[in-house]
């Protein structure tokens, strides 16, 4: 992270440009610095750390940020909601020498005995921070960043990557949105997030323009921010995406937002559409991956079909493709499973206080666990999880391609397929769904639906399940696992909208 810090404090050295509007207003860079030189102060001047950060959406994230990375360290960032459980786990695979937390934070998480050390100041205005003796950084191997990313094991993993991987994933970014230095962008998706790291605090860094965030998700208010400080960009997931729409449609938005990259859940081409007509912008649907960063987009110039239909185009230097169940590529316009090579792969995962390198094929590509399409105008499109099925009767069903149908009836917002046991075929086909306002759903009236665009009656749900809001995780994904936990409590319960026979 030397680098992108360094990038940063050349031009606040130069001038001394707004760097952060948040929830308590714009904050210049020059009170950046002194926070930062302040908090330097309380870890030790200039010693090389692994610090944990409590990451939130504020000028505190960055202020952390230039301290930890101005001196060689590395920043491990968790989210305020994290549980005192998921903290202790994720303390245990990064074990850093120095934590800074609000002093809610450290009793809840009992830091001072994970740590073994208690407050040894403050920093951020009124912050805690608590230090040992340094273990070295030389442990993550040229690492800058930990993030944490879930696992299918229910625990999460630190995800360790390098500062010269965020910086050529904001290059490609900023090269693609044509981003100008001192251009305005926004940071919605939690900063504690790989990905919105690198793509909030890593190109506010690269640019030297105003990073635009805030602490509560108010679609409405957020938007207005935004307008007010002229965002060109802004990346975010889908919901999101949807949510600002909706809040345009109502209050208005202004031109000034010219690309917004949306990622991380299932899309849908009409309602995506709707969305950046209401913003006045142009919606790139991307892939990417905490292990491997924001790895595909494709241009603002590109016809709607592509922009948003289909999931992009590899970064230049990085490479996608599918291969067969014997590790073999797949052709052109077959399914393969998922696998990407390129400069923004991760070093590995944090286990133990130590690098686990990442773990790649002997020609260096890391499998994603996505299935992937390769199309002929250099586009890819996700096919789904590997492990996104529902075996039916012994039959395969492709969880993304019902949602996707499911998703573009006009009365659904949004929709998540989920397998409900069943004694007799093992798996039956349940869905969750979130209507538009004042717009039900019945079974009957979407299987009618699916029918007309063509879905195999094999793959239609036999059970749908209306909901005002899909499960999500902390950075605003879907969380697959919730939403099977809810339809099976709904489904027991006997409140599904509708069941085929």
């Given at each position: 992270?030397q680098?992108?810090?360094?990038?940063?404090?050349?031009?606040?050295?130069?001038?001394d440009h707004?760097?952060?509007?948040?929830?308590?207003?714009?904050?210049?860079?020059?009170?950046?610095?002194?926070?930062?030189?302040?908090?330097?102060?309380?870890?030790?001047?200039?010693?090389?750390?692994?610090?944990?950060?409590?990451?939130?959406?504020?000028?505190?994230?960055?202020?952390?940020?230039?301290?930890?990375?101005?001196?060689?360290?590395?920043?491990?960032?968790?989210?305020?909601?994290?549980?005192?459980?998921e903290?202790?786990?994720?303390?245990?695979?990064?074990?850093?020498?120095?934590?800074?937390?609000?002093?809610?934070?450290?009793?809840?998480?009992?830091?001072?005995?994970?740590?073994?050390?208690?407050?040894?100041?403050?920093?951020l205005?009124g912050?805690?921070?608590?230090?040992t003796?340094?273990?070295?950084?030389?442990?993550?191997?040229?690492?800058?960043?930990?993030?944490?990313?879930?696992?299918?094991?229910?625990?999460?993993?630190g995800?360790?990557?390098?500062?010269?991987?965020?910086?050529?994933?904001?290059?490609?970014?900023?090269?693609?949105?044509?981003?100008?230095?001192?251009?305005?962008?926004?940071?919605?998706?939690?900063?504690?997030?790989?990905?919105?790291?690198?793509?909030?605090?890593?190109?506010?860094?690269?640019?030297?323009g105003?990073?635009?965030?805030?602490?509560?998700?108010?679609?409405?208010?957020?938007?207005?921010?935004?307008?007010?400080?002229?965002?060109?960009?802004?990346?975010?997931?889908?919901?999101?995406?949807?949510?600002?729409?909706?809040?345009?449609?109502?209050?208005?938005?202004?031109?000034?937002?010219?690309?917004?990259?949306?990622?991380?859940g299932?899309?849908?081409?009409?309602?995506?559409?709707?969305?950046?007509?209401?913003?006045?912008t142009?919606?790139?649907?991307?892939?990417?991956?905490?292990?491997?960063?924001?790895?595909?987009?494709p241009?603002?110039?590109?016809?709607?079909?592509?922009?948003?239909?289909?999931?992009?185009?590899?970064?230049?230097?990085t490479?996608?493709?599918?291969?067969?169940?014997?590790?073999?590529?797949?052709?052109?316009?077959?399914?393969?499973?998922?696998?990407?090579?390129?400069?923004?792969?991760?070093?590995?995962?944090?286990?133990?206080?130590?690098?686990?390198?990442?773990?790649?094929?002997?020609?260096?590509?890391?499998?994603?666990?996505?299935?992937?399409?390769?199309?002929?105008?250099?586009?890819?499109?996700?096919?789904?999880?590997?492990?996104?099925?529902?075996?039916?009767?012994?039959?395969?069903?492709?969880?993304?391609?019902?949602?996707?149908?499911?998703?573009?009836?006009?009365?659904?917002?949004?929709?998540?397929?989920?397998?409900?046991?069943?004694?007799?075929?093992?798996?039956?086909?349940?869905?969750?769904?979130?209507?538009?306002?004042?717009?039900?759903?019945?079974?009957?009236?979407?299987?009618?639906?699916?029918g007309?665009?063509?879905?195999s009656?094999?793959?239609?749900?036999?059970?749908?399940?209306?909901?005002?809001?899909?499960?999500?995780?902390?950075?605003?994904?879907?969380?697959?696992?919730?939403?099977?936990?809810?339809?099976?409590?709904?489904?027991r319960?006997?409140?599904?909208?509708?069941?085929?026979?």
């Open positions: 992270m680098q992108l810090v360094k990038q940063f404090l050349d031009r606040a050295a130069a001038a707004i760097a952060v509007i948040d929830d308590s207003g714009p904050h210049p860079a020059s009170e950046i610095v002194a926070a930062a030189d302040d908090l330097a102060a309380a870890l030790g001047d200039g010693v090389p750390r692994t610090v944990l950060v409590q990451a939130d959406n504020s000028w505190r994230t960055l202020a952390a940020t230039v301290a930890v990375g101005r001196a060689g360290g590395v920043i491990a960032v968790v989210n305020r909601h994290t549980t005192a459980a903290l202790a786990d994720a303390f245990d695979d990064i074990r850093p020498d120095a934590v800074v937390v609000d002093p809610s934070a450290f009793e809840e998480w009992q830091l001072a005995t994970l740590l073994g050390a208690g407050p040894s100041g403050t920093a205005d912050w805690t921070v608590a230090t003796d340094p273990a070295g950084v030389g442990r993550w191997s040229g690492g800058g960043l930990i993030g944490l990313t879930s696992g299918s094991t229910g625990r999460a993993k995800v360790v990557q390098s500062g010269d991987a965020i910086a050529y994933a904001g290059a490609r970014t900023i090269e693609i949105n044509d981003l100008r230095p001192g251009d305005p962008i926004a940071a919605i998706v939690p900063l504690s997030s790989t990905a919105a790291f690198c793509f909030g605090i890593g190109v506010a860094l690269q640019l030297g105003p990073l635009v965030t805030a602490s509560r998700w108010r679609p409405d208010a957020l938007l207005e921010r935004m307008g007010a400080a002229g965002v060109r960009w802004v990346m975010c997931v889908p919901t999101m995406a949807l949510q600002l729409g909706r809040a345009a449609e109502e209050h208005g938005a202004g031109d000034d937002l010219a690309s917004m990259t949306v990622g991380g299932p899309m849908d081409l009409a309602a995506l559409q709707r969305a950046e007509t209401a913003l006045h142009r919606i790139l649907r991307v892939f990417g991956m905490s292990e491997c960063l924001g790895h595909t987009s241009l603002p110039t590109d016809p709607v079909e592509v922009r948003l239909g289909r999931d992009g185009r590899p970064f230049p230097g490479e996608v493709r599918g291969v067969d169940t014997d590790g073999l590529p797949v052709p052109e316009g077959e399914v393969g499973r998922a696998q990407v090579r390129g400069p923004s792969l991760f070093l590995g995962y944090a286990r133990a206080g130590r690098l686990h390198p990442v773990e790649v094929t002997a020609d260096g590509w890391f499998p994603t666990g996505d299935l992937v399409r390769r199309n002929g105008d250099g586009t890819i499109s996700i096919m789904g999880r590997e492990k996104d099925v529902i075996i039916r009767g012994g039959r395969n069903i492709d969880v993304l391609e019902v949602e996707t149908a499911v998703a573009s009836h006009p009365g659904i917002e949004s929709a998540c397929v989920v397998p409900l046991p069943d004694p007799e075929l093992g798996e039956r086909i349940g869905v969750l769904v979130v209507t538009e306002p004042g717009h039900p759903v019945a079974l009957p009236d979407l299987l009618a639906h699916l007309s665009v063509g879905l009656k094999t793959k239609w749900p036999e059970y749908l399940f209306q909901v005002e809001a899909l499960p999500q995780t902390r950075v605003g994904k879907l969380s697959r696992p919730e939403a099977k936990d809810l339809a099976a409590r709904l489904h319960a006997g409140t599904q909208i509708g069941a085929a026979s």
